[in-house]
């Protein structure tokens, strides 16, 4: 009973993917289509070549941003100053006594 339920199961099957090729042929595009086709990835290879383009110079400008010095650049700088003057002060106040 169970091999003439494999045995069903691979004929179907063998049936099924025999057809297959059969409707993929079936279905090949008109020469309309394929002008449509080419036609719309254009305009979607047009559209994203505009989006890389404007990634690049937001990555460019990014970069730019980046090289400047921000603020906590500023204060760290401020706070090494003191840092140095303290030692100084320090060791200077160690001096006199």
Known sequence: MIMIRKSLIIVLL???LAGMPALLF???????????????LKEQNR??????????????????????PGLRDIF???GYIF?????AAFVAARRKE
């Not at 279905?27 to 002008?35: A, G, K, L, T």
């Open 14 to 16: 063998s049936i099924f």
């Open 26 to 40: 079936a279905q090949s595009p008109q020469e309309n289509d394929r002008q449509a086709v080419v036609a719309l």
């Open 47 to 68: 559209q994203l070549s505009g989006d890389l383009r404007h990634i690049r110079r937001e990555i460019a400008a990014l970069r730019a941003q980046l090289e400047e």
């Open 76 to 78: 760290a700088g401020i």
């Open 83 to 87: 840092g140095l003057f303290g030692v």
